[in-house]
T-cell receptor
Framework: GAVVSQHPSRVICKSGTSVKIECRSL??????MFWYRQFPKKSLMLMAT?????????EQGVEKDKFLINHASLTLSTLTVTSAHPEDSSFYIC????????????FGPGTRLTVL | GDSVTQMEGPVTLSEEAFLTINCTYT??????LFWYVQYPGEGLQLLLK?????DKGSNKGFEATYRKETTSFHLEKGSVQVSDSAVYFC???????????FGKGTTLSVSS
C-alpha cells in the first residue's frame, strides 16, 4: 500500500528556534499534501493544503508566516515552524493524496513537537 | 460549516463483544464518509468508506452504512478482538481530493 513518512518523529526545541518537518510519499506521487495539527483528546485540525509547485492554501486562523509550507516536488512537502513557542507544541500529521486515487489520503505517522 | 460528531470515549469492551461507535455529520450536499483507525504509534489508516447514501462500507469485520436521513455513519463490529484496540476517527469530505474533516476520535480498548 501507499506509504507516507514523516521526519523527525519527535523533536524538542527551545523557544524562538525554527523546526522543519518533512513529509514524503514513498511509493507514489502526491500532487496534494495536507498538514494537520492534533491536540490532546481533540480531533485533527487542518492547517493547510499544499499543492506541488504552488503556494499553500492556509485555513482561517493559521499564520502563514509562522507555519511555512513548501511542496517543491511530487514526493516531498515540508512544514517549518518558525520562532516556535510553547503553545506550538503539538502533534503534526501530514497526509498525501495519490494522483491516481482522488478520494483517498494516506497519512504519515506524525511528528511530536515539544517547545521548551 | 461542515462538521463531524462522534461519541466520546474511551470505549472499553471485552473480547468478542459487539461494538458500536456513533458518528453523525453536518454537511451540505452529498459528502463522502470515512472511518480511519490509528493504532498506537502509527499513522491513520483508512478502515472503510462510503460515497453515497445507503452505501455500506466494510473491512476487517467492521461495517458502517451511510444514512442520509439521519446524517449518520455509525461504525459496528460483531465481535471485537484485542488487536482492535485503537483510536477510531469518523471523517468526511465534500468532494474528492479535498481535505478531510474529522471527528474528535474515539478510543477503543478491548481486553481479553
Amino acid at each position: 500500500g501507499a506509504v507516507v513518512s514523516q521526519h523527525p518523529s519527535r523533536v524538542i526545541c527551545k523557544s524562538g528556534t525554527s523546526v522543519k518537518i518533512e513529509c514524503r510519499s514513498l511509493d507514489f506521487q502526491a500532487t496534494t499534501m495536507f498538514w494537520y495539527r492534533q491536540f490532546p483528546k481533540k480531533s485533527l485540525m487542518l492547517m493547510a493544503t499544499s499543492n506541488e509547485g504552488s503556494k499553500a492554501t492556509y485555513e482561517q486562523g493559521v499564520e502563514k508566516d509562522k507555519f511555512l509550507i513548501n511542496h517543491a516536488s511530487l514526493t516531498l512537502s515540508t512544514l517549518t515552524v518558525t520562532s516556535a513557542h510553547p503553545e506550538d507544541s503539538s502533534f503534526y500529521i501530514c497526509s498525501a493524496r495519490d494522483r491516481r486515487a482522488l478520494d483517498e489520503q494516506f497519512f504519515g505517522p506524525g511528528t511530536r513537537l515539544t517547545v521548551l | 460549516g461542515d462538521s463531524v460528531t462522534q461519541m466520546e470515549g474511551p470505549v472499553t469492551l471485552s473480547e468478542e463483544a459487539f461494538l458500536t461507535i456513533n458518528c453523525t455529520y453536518t454537511a451540505t450536499g452529498y459528502p463522502s464518509l470515512f472511518w480511519y483507525v490509528q493504532y498506537p504509534g502509527e499513522g491513520l489508516q483508512l478502515l472503510l468508506k462510503a460515497t453515497k447514501a445507503d452505501d455500506k462500507g466494510s473491512n476487517k469485520g467492521f461495517e458502517a452504512t451511510y444514512r442520509k436521513e439521519t446524517t449518520s455513519f455509525h461504525l459496528e463490529k460483531g465481535s471485537v478482538q484485542v488487536s482492535d484496540s485503537a483510536v477510531y476517527f469518523c471523517a468526511l469530505t465534500r468532494q474528492a481530493g479535498t481535505a478531510l474533516i474529522f471527528g474528535k476520535g474515539t478510543t477503543l480498548s478491548v481486553s481479553s
